[in-house]
């Protein structure tokens, strides 16, 4: 808690929170929550322009927020982030502490020790700085909340999802004896992890994008698979087994004279159905690609 004074008689008394990582996602969600609740919120992310139109949107609401754009996987940059804040707000009462990790996951058998590295500024480190930074205060005043969102990666481990979650499980097991210290001194610590993806938050972009690369993968499996299914070459595509003596492809017209859609069914798995052509003005002829 910070007190202005404005004139001899007059104080006025505000609570603020720091939100770093302030992401469109789950980041974006806790500082309108507690710009609601009357907190002053200071932004805090590398890119300014989102931040600067989260700051208006809540300005628009009534409530105060700053931005201070930072690259929050300098450890070392930390003290100085920490003497920006308190020139704005004083010392924080709450802060949130969930910013993305850059790379995606790596499988677990390819994590090397310098890929696993550089990981941990991000993901645990930073967070132990702004924590010295700021709980002395807590304690001071037997008030605080040190607030965090992490993957179910941190929980459990899951196939070809490790790298960030190694470093966010040595976050996790630190702030579960930070919460066994502080607790009883009015200082609450909050871990929440999630097994799904946030719409709109940077995983539930990069998961878009992978969702994409699924369907042309997708997409060529079944091209794959039409085209073994047909005994001939034609078309899009082109069988060895099926050519003439010159190269030309070999089309079977008796067997295959149909237009063909595929039903996806699930993983791998797909229904063809049929629907035979009859030409009644043209005569059927072979290409020559020649």
């Known amino acids: 808690m910070n007190e202005i004074n404005q004139d001899a008689t007059h104080a006025t008394v505000f609570k ?6 302030a992401g469109p996602g789950l980041g974006q969600a806790v500082a309108r929550r507690y710009a609601r609740e009357g907190y002053t919120v200071i932004l805090v992310a590398r890119r300014r322009e989102p931040l600067d139109l989260l700051a208006k949107d809540l300005a628009s609401a009534g409530a105060t927020a700053h931005v201070i754009t930072a690259d929050l996987s300098d450890t070392d940059a930390v003290p100085a982030l920490a ?5 704005k707000v004083g010392n924080l009462d709450a802060f949130y502490y969930a910013p993305t990790p850059d790379g995606g996951f790596v499988p677990a058998a390819n994590l090397t020790p310098q890929r696993a590295q550089e990981f941990m500024p991000l993901s645990f480190y930073t967070l132990l700085a702004l924590v010295q930074e700021f709980l002395p205060h807590m304690l001071e005043q037997g008030d605080g909340a040190i607030l965090t969102a992490q993957g179910a ?10 790298g960030p979650g190694p470093a966010q499980a040595a976050q996790r097991n630190y702030l579960q004896s930070l919460h066994a210290e502080v607790a009883e001194k009015g200082v609450y610590v909050g871990m929440l992890y999630i097994g799904a993806a946030i719409e709109h938050s940077a995983f539930h972009t990069e998961l878009e994008k992978a969702n994409r690369v699924a369907d042309f993968l997708e997409l060529g499996e079944l091209m794959a698979l039409d085209a073994i299914n047909r005994n001939e070459s034609c078309g899009g595509h082109f069988r060895e087994e099926y050519q ?8 079977n017209d008796v067997d295959y004279k149909y237009v063909a859609a595929w039903e996806y069914k699930g993983e791998g798995e797909f229904v063809l159905h049929k629907e035979p052509l009859e030409y009644e003005e043209i005569e059927v002829k072979q290409r020559v690609y020649k």
């Open 16 to 21: 603020s929170i720091a939100v770093f990582g």
């Open 153 to 162: 990666s941190s929980v459990r481990g899951l196939p070809n999802m490790s």
């Open 83 to 87: 003497e920006q804040i308190r020139a």
């Open 244 to 251: 003439t003596e010159e190269g030309e492809c070999m089309r």
